[in-house]
């Protein structure tokens, strides 16, 4: 376990909780994943129950290795697990991370929850542990995911090519996104700007 972030962490916004991944939540994230609207641009098919549960089995033992911290996304006037995300690639030394892995069951595309999620992450990672950078990556192609990262602030540093092998052998072009700290204040004003206007269109 990371010395930098200690287990467990909760963190609530006014839509959202991010609660720590355990194993009483997989059922419900494995039935969330069955629509394979998600899994278009992913490396693997969340919609195999079989492949999903290595996926989240594998997030834990990261978790416990330093590498990774996983959150499953709860809706809080909905009571339930709406999804999930990670801090990823955590380099304590460096002061930096990513957050990825972000997956939302399409019913709450475009909502307030996503901004609300981003939110609170990137607060912990500024604020809490004065992080330098946080990186956000998607794959070239997800046109969708690429404007929800500009849309939250991230900014366009390039593609790396051949980034990421697929569970069926192709190769995934990534487009990488950053924020570094001293964009921070400015990008949490416009995001809490954002995240009120969105979920006054509710």
């Known amino acids: 376990m990371s010395t930098w972030i200690t287990h467990p962490i909760s963190l609530t916004g006014e839509v959202v909780s991010l609660l720590p991944m355990e194993r009483e939540h997989f059922p419900a994230l494995i039935a969330l994943a069955q629509d394979e609207r998600i899994w278009e641009h992913y490396i693997f098919d969340g919609t195999d129950p079989v492949r999903m549960q290595e996926v989240l089995e594998d997030a834990l033992a990261q978790r416990e290795k330093g590498t990774q911290y996983p959150f499953v996304i709860f809706h809080k006037e909905h009571n339930k697990v709406i999804g999930s995300t990670r801090l990823l ?18 019913d709450y595309w475009a909502t307030a929850a996503n901004i609300d999620s981003k939110l609170l992450l990137l607060d912990y ?22 404007k929800a990262i500009e849309k939250v602030g991230g900014k366009y540093e390039g593609i790396l090519r051949h980034d990421m092998i697929r ?3 192709t190769n995934r072009n990534s487009a990488y996104y950053s924020i ?3 964009e921070w204040p400015e990008t949490k004003r ?13």
């Open 89 to 106: 690639d955590i380099q304590a030394k460096h002061k930096k991370l990513e957050v990825g892995s972000t997956w939302l069951h399409p």
């Open 167 to 169: 569970d069926n052998g």
């Open 125 to 146: 990672c500024f604020e809490k542990l004065q992080t330098v950078r946080v990186q956000l990556k998607t794959d070239e192609k997800n046109i969708r995911s690429r």
């Open 180 to 182: 570094i700290n001293e």
């Open 190 to 202: 416009y995001l809490t700007d954002l995240f009120m206007r969105t979920k006054a269109q509710k």
